[in-house]
Nanobody, 118 residues
């Protein structure tokens, strides 16, 4: 089993920045892709950004140019630097680890709240 511990959420004014961290512990050897998702009230959970073990990245259209995902494989940690935050970025942000290459499925963090005030 993998435990994902998220941190860094909070309240920020529009235009501000936050940095989220997600540290994986436990059986991390099978983790390939790590990603950040978010879910706003009344909306479906959506992919924000992801990064492979080889450090290839993907971004959702709504965050391109504002958010940056990075990963420290030695620390089993993924980061999400969020700049130019907008009120529509308000959501619970979840970290996800993909262990399907070992047929172990996906693991989710507990989520961290990000609130952007206008």
């Amino acid at each position: 089993q993998v435990r994902l511990a998220e941190s860094g959420g909070g309240l920020v004014q529009a235009g501000g920045s936050l940095r989220l961290s997600c540290a994986a512990s436990g059986n991390t050897i099978c983790i390939s892709v790590m990603g950040w998702y978010r879910q706003a009230p009344g909306k479906e959970r959506e992919l924000v950004a992801s990064v492979t073990s080889g450090l290839s990245t993907y971004y959702g259209d709504s965050v391109k140019g504002r958010f940056t995902i990075s990963r420290d494989n030695a620390k089993n940690t993924v980061y999400l630097q969020m700049n130019g935050l907008k009120p529509e970025d308000t959501a619970v942000y979840y970290c996800k680890a993909d262990r399907t290459r070992c047929a172990l499925g996906y693991d989710w963090g507990q989520g961290t709240q990000v609130t952007v005030s206008s």
